[in-house]
DNA sequence: CACAGCTCCTGGCAGC
DNA sequence: TGCTGCCAGGAGCTGT
């Protein structure tokens, strides 16, 4: 699944090859895929334009238009999106199947969006409808704002912390993957209700949150089985996975066979001893200020 | 407000 | 070998 470090990863590689190519025409194979327009509307909105940058919200990735208006694609579960330097050549045959929409550019090169499942998006969004897009959306946990104050606010909820951590709205760019392995780092069990976190709890949080983050994007991201970049590299992070998909095999701090279980319908796994399900320390108070 | 359940999808795999 | 059926899950939605 690919999450805020495997879209800030593909970010990095488009970014180093896409700004400056014209977008001659789009070809979208899986109608669902572009939204919320038609596939011939997408077209015809954006061809002719040239791509002046990119940029990441969360999980989503966008590339910014000259004219003001912007495509957003969202990966989901198996999206990919690959850049091809020169489109006259094969693509890969075995993959053509999965293949969901080309962008044909300038300079005979081509943007491929591959998907297996069918469930990744890639959005229009009109010249001026930069500020709606980014109304509604949590704080960026890598960003400026993103203070131990800040998500203790975003924390005082009767809810318990996993599903709470993987709400899009509060905080972007947290996923299954990264949310474990951030619980585990601040040894805090995935079922604790927000709002009984101390502040200790709160900054290791915080702490692990920033951490894991940069890390794996240090690695170039986790890839258990799809996610390559912009370039069709595989990341290095799935070797550094503490507790995701480590079911039964023992902890790697203190050796106890680490647990799961089922929290907001999807797979967890924790250690049991460094993550205990204690509801010490009082409720916090909201911050003053 | 919290959350269970459903939808969208298909490859991989367990079980028979 | 070949089939069936279940599982994985991000996000938007509805219902309780």
Partial sequence: MPELPEVETLRRTIQAVLPGRTILAVQVLWARTVEPITPTEMDARIAGR???????????????????????VHLRMTGELLFRPDRTKNRDSTREPYLRAVFDLSGNSELCFYDTRKFGRIGYVPPGNREELMARRGIEPLGKSFTIDRLSSLLMRKRSIKPLLLDQSLVAGLGNIYVDETLFRAGIHPLRIASSLTRDDVER?????????????????????????????????????????????????????????????????????????????????????
């Fill in 50 to 72: 040239t791509v002046i940058g990119t940029d990441r919200a969360g999980k989503l990735l966008i590339l910014e238009l000259d004219d003001g208006a912007a495509l957003t």
């Fill in 205 to 289: 949080l915080h702490g692990s949150i920033i951490a894991v983050l940069s890390e794996a994007i240090e690695h170039r991201g986790t890839t258990l089985r799809d996610y390559r970049s912009g370039l069709g590299d595989a990341g290095e992070n799935q070797h550094r996975l503490h507790v995701y998909g480590r079911a039964n095999a023992p902890c790697v701090t203190c050796g106890t066979l680490l647990e799961r279980l089922v929290v907001a319908q999807r797979g967890t796994v924790h250690c049991p001893r460094c993550q205990p399900l204690t509801q010490l320390g009082r409720p916090r108070q909201s911050p003053s200020r």
